[in-house]
């Protein structure tokens, strides 16, 4: 009963995870508000004071972002910086101001440091600079917790900071300039089959490894840490299974039918070394585990990508 008629102001609602999100809140009996970028400039705390007005509610869910794969954070650091720690600060702030009872700030695993110790545990987000590829987009979520426990600390404000890892599904975004590894692959692979190419062409050496968590499991660990938790420190979502980027594009080569030769180019970044995240702190305080195999959630992404092309 807890979403029962609950206002929930969803910003990002009709990106990738918003859209899971929001369904999943609809169906819990929410009343959902997910504006889009036309209706208001999130950017613009002027907008975003307007926004509050507007459409009173019980809950913000602040997915919003401005995100990319290595590529696009390599071009745009000045606007992913600005745009992200604007929108954070603008938001959290709006809301305390009206008074909204809670606040859900959803980060982004590039806020740990580049060498951080694997499993990553929560306590190690500030012993370290990012990796460098995306650090301005890593640290602008960053400050979220940084505003968030401020804001408890001095108004005793409820917001709780959430950084969950690199997340996969259908409804991801394949578009080859801003997509990240998954989708990215998956394009590749697929496309590469369809116009019988004899290869294809992967960033980096195939070192690196990721962690990654499947879109309706996120948004599980979501609503529960919405409806369960209330404390400042941040906590990690992910699916402890761990994979390097050299496996995971012959998983999706065999998974796609793709018998071509792998190109990598060892010219272009990998990017963070290792990423597999300590879930414990997420399973203690609100009961979130991921359920969803890797292979399972892989071959759903897979079949909704050819889908949408048939």
């Known amino acids: 009963m807890f979403w029962n008629n609950k206002k929930v102001l969803v910003t990002g609602g009709h990106g990738f995870v918003g859209t ?46 401005v995100v990319g794969g290595i590529g696009a954070n390599r071009e745009h650091p000045g606007k992913f910086f600005y745009e992200n720690a604007m929108m954070g600060i603008q938001m959290m702030e709006q809301a305390r101001q009206f008074k909204i009872p809670k606040f859900v700030a ?24 990012p990796e460098e590829t995306n650090a301005p987009y890593g640290l602008a979520k960053k400050m979220m917790l940084v505003q968030s426990q401020g804001y408890r600390q001095e108004y005793g404000y409820n917001s709780i900071f959430l950084l969950p890892v690199n997340q996969y599904g259908p409804g991801d975004n ?11 692959l998956i394009k590749k692979c ?34 529960l840490a919405a409806e369960k938790y209330n404390k400042s420190d941040p906590v990690n979502l992910g699916s402890s299974f761990e994979i390097s980027i050299k496996d995971l594009v012959e998983l999706i080569a065999k998974e796609t039918d793709f018998k071509g030769k792998i190109k990598w180019d060892a010219s272009k970044p990998n990017g963070q070394p290792r990423r ?31 889908k949408g092309k048939s």
């Open 20 to 65: 899971h999100l929001v369904n999943k809140l609809n169906k819990l009996g929410a009343d959902v508000f997910a504006p889009t970028q036309a209706d208001y400039d999130l950017v613009d705390g002027n907008q975003v004071a307007a926004m509050f007005k507007e459409n009173p509610c019980d809950m913000v869910i602040h997915l919003a972002a």
């Open 106 to 129: 959803i980060g982004t695993i590039c806020a740990y440091p580049k060498y951080t110790p694997t499993p990553f545990k929560e306590e190690d987000l500030w012993n370290g600079y």
């Open 174 to 184: 394949f578009d080859p300039a801003s997509s990240h590894v998954i989708p990215a």
């Open 190 to 223: 697929v496309d590469a089959v369809e116009s019988g190419a004899d290869s294809i062409e992967v960033w980096g050496d195939g070192s690196p490894t990721r962690e990654f968590l499947y879109v309706t499991d996120t948004v599980e660990a979501i609503v």
């Open 276 to 306: 597999k995240l300590d879930t414990s702190r997420a399973k203690k305080e609100f009961g979130f585990e991921s359920t969803t195999t890797f292979k399972d959630g892989l071959r759903k992404t897979i079949d909704w990508y050819k």
